[in-house]
């Protein structure tokens, strides 16, 4: 099943940011409170994450490398409930086909831990571990038995950029868990465990962007969608989920004197699932509009939450792709409340 794994790697595993994402997403799915990431080469000599999560038993240490053993989908009604990051099974049974893979994990409570290397999909060792509880995940060498994929990484620094951008997003969207990215020894990003998103976004960003952002608060109901002159209602920020049916929109967008030559600084989210998506993008530039210059682009890390029903998150292997059942009733909601936001920030 080698080449089943490595046909899925193709999909799931494109570089090694793609491989810390899958690793960091396992270990929010663990509950983990505490995430460190050290990277060599910009992640193709090496990959090791380091959780307090869980941690898996003998057992699901090996099966979690079988393809589709996800511990997380129960039923296939499963599928439009989702509320774990990863559910398809197939990211470890992937990375470990493409690398030189170690696990290190002791599940809570247990006494001992487990060990298991990998070697291009062959597990090569399996035995006890005295090993703290939560996992290890080392991936070293990524692509060394697929060379045609190795020629297309980037330069180190590159690579090592888009890691750093990967754990910034992974650690705005968590605010109150701490996370660490060390390249070479060298620390990258640290953001111990902050009380609000708000804590997170002077963390990351520092004081001066921090003071340009404005936050945003807005949920409607889906069931109201074409019905615009019912004005959306705002709640303060970081509150529970949104009431049934709603579209909730919170987070922070720049004020216009904040100004960035990408969208690199454009965080989105939907029910906590990091996301690139053009609708959206679309809709901070119709938001922006006459506002900042049509080349600039804003700060922005907003969280959509909906009921799953109203987005499909399944639509590709790498999952930063979604489909909304109602698509220009998002568009136009997150474009109004960002407008609104921006108007009633003015001077
Ligand atoms: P998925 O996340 O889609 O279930 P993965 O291939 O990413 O599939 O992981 C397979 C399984 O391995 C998970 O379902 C989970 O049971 C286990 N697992 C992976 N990483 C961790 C971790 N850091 N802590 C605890 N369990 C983990
Ligand atoms: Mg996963």
């Known amino acids: 099943d080698q080449v089943a794994n490595q046909i899925a790697a193709g999909e799931v595993v494109e570089r090694p940011a793609s491989v810390v994402k899958e690793l960091l997403e396992n270990s929010l799915d663990a509950d983990a409170s505490r995430i460190r990431i050290d990277v060599e080469g910009g992640g193709r000599k090496l990959i090791r994450i380091t959780d307090n999560g869980c941690g898996m038993v003998k057992d699901d240490a090996l099966l979690a490398f079988e393809r589709h053993a996800t511990s997380k989908l129960r039923t296939s009604d499963d599928l439009l409930s989702i509320t774990t990051l990863g559910f398809r099974g197939e990211a470890l049974p992937s990375i470990a086909s493409v690398s030189r893979l170690k696990l290190e994990t002791r599940a809570t409570g247990v006494a001992t831990g487990t ?13 006890d571990a005295g090993v703290p509880p939560g996992t290890v995940i080392e991936v070293r060498d990524l692509f060394f038995n697929t060379p045609a994929r190795r020629k297309f990484l980037r330069s180190e620094q590159t690579e090592l950029a888009q890691i750093a951008a990967m754990v910034t997003h992974y650690a705005l969207a968590n605010p109150t868990k701490h996370f660490e990215l060390h390249s070479a020894s060298h620390a990258l990003l640290t953001a111990p465990g902050a009380r609000n998103t708000a804590e997170r976004l002077f963390q990351i960003f520092g004081a001066d962007t921090a003071a340009l952002m404005i936050p945003v608060a807005a949920e ?30 919170t987070g922070f967008i720049s004020k216009p004197e904040l100004q960035k030559l990408n969208r690199n600084s454009i965080y989105l989210f939907v029910n906590h699932r990091l996301i690139r998506d053009r609708l959206v993008l679309h809709a901070f530039t119709e938001a922006y509009r006459n506002i900042i210059p049509p080349t600039s682009f804003p700060v922005v890390l907003l969280f959509l939450d909906m009921p799953p029903e109203e987005v499909d998150v399944n639509v590709h292997p790498a999952k930063t792709e979604v489909r909304f059942r109602q698509p220009t009733f998002v568009h136009d909601f997150i474009r109004d409340t960002v407008r609104a936001a921006l108007t009633s920030a003015r001077p």
Not at 119 to 127: D, L, N, R, V, Y
């Open 220 to 249: 409607m109901d889906f069931a109201h969608a074409g019905l615009p002159e019912l004005p959306p209602w705002k709640r303060p920020l970081d509150y529970e989920a949104p009431a049934p049916g709603h579209l909730r929109v």
């Open 115 to 127: 060990m298991v290397e990998i070697a291009g999909g062959s597990i090569i060792h399996f035995e």
